[in-house]
């Protein structure tokens, strides 16, 4: 077997001897030659770049991730919201309650912690998609004197948890109500009020907020039904230099390595919060606070509004504003019913809850019910689907007000375009529910 495998060694060396020679005596010039192996490099890359063909699909995948990336945590920021809808709704509804100092700070605790994590499931959310068309900033009518107050709660809580001084400063020309993106702009002052408190060991933490000239160049407050609002905070913390204050709006990146180690972070937030301040028409600067520490300013552009009827900017989120409703509830969630049937039971509704959106029509077929809560994620057919079959249903049942629900900003225009009459975002506050309750059952009955 051996002198076998020699020989055959032997024939296959001569064979390639002799091809070797036939090509070596063929007259070709060596440019020609040259041209002929780069056209059939080309050709071969071509070839490889064609669809269909198995080596260009590991190809496509990076142009795939994005997008994978991106699905997977807006599916994560709605699984998450919608126990965070349950925590806040909980703490705001215990804070209406007797409570003792003690107790109300415990409160207190547990409401900063639950929005703290709703704002950085939103910050990674639009971090995901930095490198698409952009944030698709929302327009929704909002309290914004309540949302300044609540940020004024929170840094307050914060601070007072690590034996700080806080100071909060709400100008009484801030406008009571305005159209914006308050689940966007509440995660951003929720980011820049943990790093206040994070990077200060002692002193005081100041939140002011105040109209200010407007980015069209008008003079100070209104101007063309928009206004410019500035939310500037201010620590006594380890202060920056100029070298750090360049690379702090950078994604994944921190002031410097020190800091990184010291406090943590993934140095996400404020590379997605001026993503955020310049979507809504303004910016985020920085700058050295006098006797030391930092100042951020937030500045964002909002259209004004005038506030619904029965509406008041004062606290007391459960308060009412309609009474007595009778409301269909498609939640498959049994967290979520339960916070939502605590919410509705305070507003003074009743709720019936189902948990597949197949369901929804028959069952609204078979009762009097005068609105539809409808979440837009579920199992069998989404809400979307849902919806065009409610909306398919023949007059009064076809007719009904439905809110869309979602974790989800992004499902708020496939919602309206079934026939949703109102959208909200989790999470979702007992006074943002009963207002667009209110508002839907008007506009409903407008056009009847």
């Given at each position: 077997?051996?002198?076998?495998?020699v020989g055959i060694t032997e024939t296959m060396a001569s064979k390639s001897r002799v091809r070797r020679s036939k090509r070596q005596s063929k007259p070709m010039p060596p440019k020609p030659r040259a041209a002929k192996t780069r056209a059939t490099k080309t050709r071969t890359v071509k070839a490889?770049?064609?669809?269909?063909?198995?080596?260009?699909?590991?190809?496509?995948?990076?142009?795939?991730?994005?997008?994978?990336?991106?699905?997977?945590?807006?599916?994560?920021?709605?699984?998450?919201?919608?126990?965070?809808?349950?925590?806040?709704?909980?703490?705001n509804l215990l804070a209406t309650s007797d409570l003792d100092e003690r107790e109300r700070r415990w409160v207190d605790t547990i409401k900063a912690g639950a929005e703290h994590l709703a704002?950085?499931?939103?910050?990674?959310?639009?971090?995901?998609?930095?490198?698409?068309?952009?944030?698709?900033?929302?327009?929704?009518?909002?309290?914004?004197?309540?949302?300044?107050?609540?940020?004024?709660?929170?840094?307050?809580?914060?601070?007072?948890?690590?034996?700080?001084?806080?100071?909060?400063?709400?100008?009484?020309?801030?406008?009571?109500?305005?159209?914006?993106d308050p689940v966007r702009l509440r995660a951003a002052l929720e980011n820049l009020i943990d790093n206040a408190v994070k990077f200060t060991e002692q002193g005081s933490i100041e939140l002011h907020v105040a109209?200010?000239?407007?980015?069209?160049?008008?003079?100070?407050?209104?101007?063309?039904?928009?206004?410019?609002?500035?939310?500037?905070?201010?620590?006594?913390?380890i202060g920056l230099t100029l070298s750090e204050v360049k690379r702090l709006f950078r994604p994944f990146s921190q002031a410097n390595v020190s800091i990184a180690a010291r406090f943590g972070g993934?140095?996400?937030?404020?590379?997605?919060?001026?993503?955020?301040?310049r979507a809504m028409g303004g910016d985020i600067v920085v700058a050295q606070r006098k006797g030391g520490g930092t100042v951020f300013t937030l500045n964002v552009v909002l259209a004004l509004a005038a506030g619904p009827?029965?509406?008041?900017?004062?606290?007391?989120?459960?308060?009412?504003?309609?009474?007595?409703?009778?409301?269909?509830?498609?939640?498959?969630?049994?967290f979520g019913r339960v916070v939502l049937n605590t919410?509705?039971?305070?507003?003074?509704?009743?709720?019936?809850?189902?948990?597949?959106?197949?369901?929804?029509?028959?069952?609204?077929?078979?009762?009097?019910?005068?609105?539809?809560?409808?979440?837009?994620?579920?199992?069998?057919?989404?809400?979307?689907?849902?919806?065009?079959?409610?909306?398919?249903?023949?007059?009064?049942?076809?007719?009904?007000?439905?809110?869309g629900i979602s974790g989800r900003a992004e499902d708020e225009a496939?919602?309206?375009?079934?026939?949703?009459?109102?959208?909200?975002?989790?999470?979702?506050?007992?006074?943002a529910l009963a207002t667009a309750l209110l508002e839907a059952a008007r506009r409903a009955a407008a056009a009847t």
């Open positions: 077997m051996l002198l076998s495998g490889a770049a064609k669809p269909g063909r198995k080596r260009a699909a590991p190809k496509a995948s990076p142009k795939a991730g994005p997008g994978l990336i991106e699905t997977a945590l807006a599916a994560f920021a709605h699984e998450v919201r919608t126990p965070l809808t349950g925590i806040l709704a909980i703490s704002s950085l499931a939103t910050l990674f959310v639009d971090a995901a998609r930095s490198e698409g068309p952009g944030l698709e900033i929302r327009k929704d009518f909002f309290d914004l004197r309540t949302l300044a107050r609540h940020a004024g709660d929170s840094l307050a809580g914060r601070a007072a948890a690590k034996g700080l001084r806080a100071s909060v400063d709400i100008s009484a020309k801030l406008p009571a109500f305005a159209v914006g109209p200010v000239r407007a980015a069209n160049g008008a003079a100070k407050g209104k101007a063309n039904g928009r206004i410019g609002i500035a939310f500037a905070i201010s620590d006594s913390g993934a140095g996400l937030g404020l590379s997605s919060v001026k993503q955020l301040a009827a029965g509406a008041s900017s004062s606290e007391g989120a459960a308060v009412p504003l309609s009474q007595g409703l009778r409301l269909l509830s498609v939640e498959d969630n049994p919410i509705l039971t305070e507003l003074g509704h009743h709720a019936e809850f189902i948990g597949q959106g197949e369901g929804a029509p028959d069952r609204l077929g078979q009762g009097t019910f005068d609105a539809v809560l409808m979440d837009m994620v579920l199992p069998g057919i989404g809400g979307v689907e849902a919806i065009k079959r409610i909306r398919a249903l023949p007059p009064p049942h076809g007719r009904i007000v439905i809110v496939a919602a309206r375009a079934a026939g949703a009459d109102a959208f909200l975002v989790k999470p979702v506050s007992p006074r």
